[in-house]
């Protein structure tokens, strides 16, 4: 039973987040915004890239053939690559060394972590912009005849992979001193999430090793032609989605804590157990990926739908930790209204609009993504725009806005100067909000009806359905809205990461709720469980909308059932 | 001391974080879900059936949550295990044997030849046999054969009949492809991979012209990949 007088939150007497940013060595800090800078780049020319592609598909811009598919190359290797792993390892450094509070351990492994990062940057980029397209997942078969670009794609990401690993070496050793020193017996729950992070990065890059040293051995006439690269493309591609998923969870954790002195009301036990979760829920639920290969057995794809279901568990959790602890906080401290209390968040600070935002469209990309799961499900939407459209809510709306929170509030702190115009900037997550929304309710429904995902003249001579042209040009409309307004928020934080300003003082756009904290949840707190029964219901109707649109299609399809 | 309110629980919020499975309900109540109270029988699509060329087995039993499938596959044993050199050979033969003189296939025109005294058994190979024996009973699935090559299939144009089921046996010839067929308000996807035959049995319920498309990315003419199934 949870009474209000027991302990709920191990109060952190550390100094806060900025103040031990700030007194890290100058070294480590050099080297932190190196790799933002590096993964700021990456996103720059990724948003360009999907900024042009989205302009071609809408036929606002003509590009056709290896042109159309070099820019989407471009695209999906400076967003999904570059830019998630960069910052990823760079915020597990940033973070460790804070945690740490001493700076970086095994400092010279960092640096060769982040020098391999760089030079893998380089020469994806390279053959990206100049050899056969191979999209972002370097598929061999693409260019057969030409293993040049085979073989530095594959480098490209081998070295990516290697300096994840040391780096995420370095950041688990850093995470590890203050134990090893005798001044900490156990992790907090960011460090124990910093922990479990790292190590899935090291996964990660033992996965994106697995898929592209074939590749490289084959391109140097050291080895058979990759043919089984799909399926381990596959295994890295379900990495790929959830390691950035965790990473943001952490990030919130971080900053709530940061704008508004609020820990979890659950004890760090429960966190613990949240980010452990992502260990065991999300390797066996990457079957999805996979309902459309020909050679999965239909046993395979239902027990893959149903692990699927599981996908979401830390996440949702997690957001139920946040959200609960918040609003108790704020209960506490006289706050009423259903959801009154929400006015007191500071939401003039850029990091805390970034941050609400990214969990609106986290909660909208969720309802999406429960569609695609479903293996019954899976022949009428993947291979579509469906899954670009639902995603980018993801990618764009809560990744990187929330990525881009977090270096709102840690570049100031290295010494990167003054936040750039932040009453510009906490008014871009709203526009980029909306952007998403016409990009992703026009994605979703080309999708629905059939728009294949990486086609850029969708009228195959007048056959296609006449909306087909017409939802594209509103992907366009939408993508130019968020890209413009995204625009904005990096060009503020290159700013600010480039600006030699003084910081001004950024106590006014925090709020403290770490006061009053005794009576803490005595009276109840609805807004999480609203928002995920709404959750919950608009999943369901997205789903039997799905459901009663494929029953209804002209067409009996079934499979073999040999019965042998 | 007061208590906590049942929604600042740690055990409340922890079962709030798999709400989500909830919707097994609703997987369930379209006969999506493996259950014994699951709602009306085969009202998802099921899935493709592959043969992955060299013996490889029939995992996929999906049928049990589909339609009935048409009865009986006595003569059609050519897709248990197709290697992909036998696909080959039966899409050329079916090719050579269907086309009509606008450059489409359509399988029952060899129906009509036998009707009218014809001699459809131009090539050799128990798949010609099986496809004349598909042709008599209405009932029965007609084998069609569909390659998918860089940057068309093969054929371009079939002529089917609405309400006839078509046991379409496909593959990939040289990279993945897709064969996606536009259906009005959506479309099916079938992904079809290099040297794996896959089968599946469909049937059209309205007449129409319908788009294949390829939804893999498979070069820089991949947007001009189409073909049309005419469904009379």
């Known amino acids: ?564 | 001391m007061s208590e906590r309110h049942v929604t600042t629980r740690r055990g409340f919020i922890a079962a709030l974080g798999f709400s989500a499975v909830s919707l097994y309900g609703a997987w369930a109540a379209y006969g999506a879900a493996p259950l014994p109270f699951g709602g009306h029988k085969g009202a998802a699509a099921s899935e493709p059936d592959a043969h992955d060329g060299h013996g490889g087995g029939h995992g996929g039993h999906g049928a049990a949550e589909a339609p009935a499938e048409p009865a009986g596959h006595a003569g059609h044993g050519a897709a248990a295990g197709m290697t992909p050199e036998e696909f080959r050979s039966a899409h050329d033969a079916f090719v050579e044997r269907f086309t009509q003189k606008d450059g489409s296939a359509d399988p029952h025109a060899a129906v009509e030849a036998h009707a009218h005294g014809g001699h459809g058994h131009a090539g050799a190979g128990h798949d010609h046999a099986s496809m004349g024996a598909a042709m008599v009973a209405a009932a029965e699935p007609v084998d069609v054969y569909l390659m998918a090559q860089k940057f068309a299939y093969s054929p371009d144009v079939l002529r089917l009949k609405a309400g006839q089921p078509y046991r379409f046996r496909m593959m990939a010839d040289d990279i993945t492809h897709g064969a996606s067929i536009q259906l009005g308000s959506a479309s099916r996807i079938i992904r079809l991979r290099p040297n794996v035959v896959t089968e599946q049995t469909i049937t059209f319920t309205k007449p129409g012209a319908y788009l294949v498309y390829c939804t893999v990315y498979c070069g820089p003419a991949h947007d001009a990949m189409q073909g049309r199934i005419v469904v009379g």
């Open chain 1, 1 to 564: 039973m949870d009474c209000i007088s027991t302990p709920v939150a191990t109060a952190d007497t550390r100094p806060r987040l900025t103040a031990r940013l700030a007194a890290l060595p100058r070294g480590d800090a050099s080297l932190f915004r190196l790799l933002f800078g590096a993964a700021l780049l990456a996103l720059a020319l990724g948003l360009a890239g999907g900024f042009v592609t989205a302009l071609a598909r809408a036929r606002a811009l003509n590009l056709f053939g290896d042109d159309a598919y070099r820019v989407l190359t471009l695209h999906g290797v400076s967003v999904f690559f570059y830019w998630l792993y960069l910052i990823q390892a760079a915020l597990l450094l940033v973070l460790a060394a804070a945690e740490n509070g001493r700076g970086l351990a095994l400092r010279p492994l960092a640096w060769l972590g982040a020098a391999l990062m760089l030079a893998g940057f380089a020469a994806s980029e390279w053959i990206s912009a100049i050899g056969t397209p191979l999209l972002y997942d370097g598929s061999p078969e693409l260019a057969v005849d030409d293993p040049r670009s085979v073989g530095v794609f594959a480098l490209g990401y081998l070295l990516l992979s290697a300096g994840l690993a040391a780096a995420a070496v370095s950041g688990i050793a850093t995470l590890l001193q203050p134990r090893r020193r005798g001044e900490a017996e156990a992790f907090s729950a960011i460090g124990f999430a910093l922990f479990a992070w790292a190590g899935f990065l090291i996964v990660s890059a033992i996965a994106a090793t697995n898929a592209f040293l074939p590749g490289l051995l084959w391109a140097l006439g050291a080895g058979p032609f990759p043919a089984d690269h799909g399926t381990e493309w596959h295994i890295l591609f379900h990495n790929l989605h959830y390691l950035p998923l965790m990473a943001t969870v952490l990030v919130w954790y971080v900053l709530t804590q940061h704008l508004t002195g609020v820990t979890s009301i659950h004890g760090a036990r429960l966190s613990k157990i949240v980010f452990a979760a992502y260990l065991v829920f999300v390797p066996p639920t990457s079957l999805y990926h996979m309902f459309l290969e020909p050679n999965l057995s239909e046993s395979v794809r239902v027990v893959g739908s149903l692990l699927s279901l599981f996908v979401s568990v830390p996440t949702l959790a997690a957001f139920a930790i946040i959200v609960s602890s918040l609003e108790a906080s704020a209960r506490a401290r006289g706050a009423t209204g259903l959801f009154g209390w929400m006015k007191g968040l500071p939401w003039r600070n850029p990091a805390m609009a970034n941050m609400g935002w990214a969990v609106v469209n986290m909660l909208v990309g969720i309802t999406f993504a429960f569609v695609l799961i479903q293996e019954k499900l899976a022949p009428m939407l993947s291979d579509t725009f469906f899954v670009p459209g639902y995603f980018h809510f993801f990618a764009v709306g809560v990744l990187t806005q929330t990525f881009l929170a977090a270096l709102m509030v840690i570049l100031p702190a290295l010494g990167g100067g003054a936040l750039w115009r932040p009453d510009l900037l906490r008014r871009m997550p709203a526009l980029v909000t909306l952007g998403l929304l016409i990009f992703g309710t026009a994605g979703i429904a080309a999708g629905v009806m059939g728009v294949p995902r990486r086609v850029f003249d969708v009228g195959y001579g007048g056959m296609a359905p006449a909306a087909w042209p017409v939802l594209m040009a509103l992907v366009g409309v939408g993508a130019t809205l968020f890209a413009v307004a995204l625009s904005v928020s990096v060009y503020g934080v290159v700013r600010t990461l480039l600006s030699r300003r003084a910081p001004a003082t950024a106590e006014s756009r925090r709020v403290d709720w770490t006061d009053g904290q005794r009576g803490v949840g005595a009276v109840p707190a609805w807004t999480g469980p609203l928002s995920v029964a709404v959750l919950i219901a608009t999943m369901y109707v997205a789903t039997i909308v799905a459901f009663e649109i494929i029953q209804s299609l002209p067409i009996v399809a079934i499979g073999g059932g040999h019965g042998h």
